[in-house]
C-alpha cells in the first residue's frame, strides 16, 4: 500500500502516528524505554525534557534516521497512517516529507 493510499484508508479519528512500547539504544546505552504515545492528524507534538532524555533519538526513530546509526538498534512499532514504518514499501516514503532542525 502506497502513503497514500494508507491515508485513505485510515479509519476516521484514527492516530496519524501510533507508537507502541518503542525502544532505543546506542550499543549499550538504553536510551528510550517503552515509549507508548499517539499522535493525532493535523496536530502539534512538542518533546519536552532536559538534554540527554531522548528528544532528538526519539525524533530519529520517527523518521529513521536512527537505524543509521552504527551500532544503534530499537525496538517496538511505530505506525504511520497505520502502516508499521519499517514495512519494506514504506521504507522512506513516510518519512520523506519531514523536515527536521535538531
Ligand atoms: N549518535 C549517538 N551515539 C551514541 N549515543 C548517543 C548518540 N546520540 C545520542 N546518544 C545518547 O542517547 C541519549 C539520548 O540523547 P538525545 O540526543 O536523544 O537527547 P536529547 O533529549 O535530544 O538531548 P538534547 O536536549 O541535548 O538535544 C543520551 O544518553 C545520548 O548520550
Ligand atoms: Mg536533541
Known sequence: ??????????EPGAPK???????????????????????????VLAIIGPSGCGKSTFVRCLNRMHE????????GKVLVDGQDLHARRVLW?????AEIVF
Do not use: C, Y
Open 17 to 43: 502516528i501510533d507508537v507502541r512500547q518503542l525502544n532505543a539504544w546506542f550499543k549499550l546505552n538504553h536510551a528510550l524505554r517503552n515509549v507508548s504515545l499517539t499522535v493525532p492528524d493535523n496536530s
Open 1 to 10: 500500500m502506497t502513503a497514500e493510499a494508507a491515508v485513505e484508508a485510515r
Open 93 to 97: 516514503e513516510a518519512g520523506a516529507p
Open 68 to 75: 543509521l546509526v552504527p551500532g544503534a538498534r530499537q525496538s
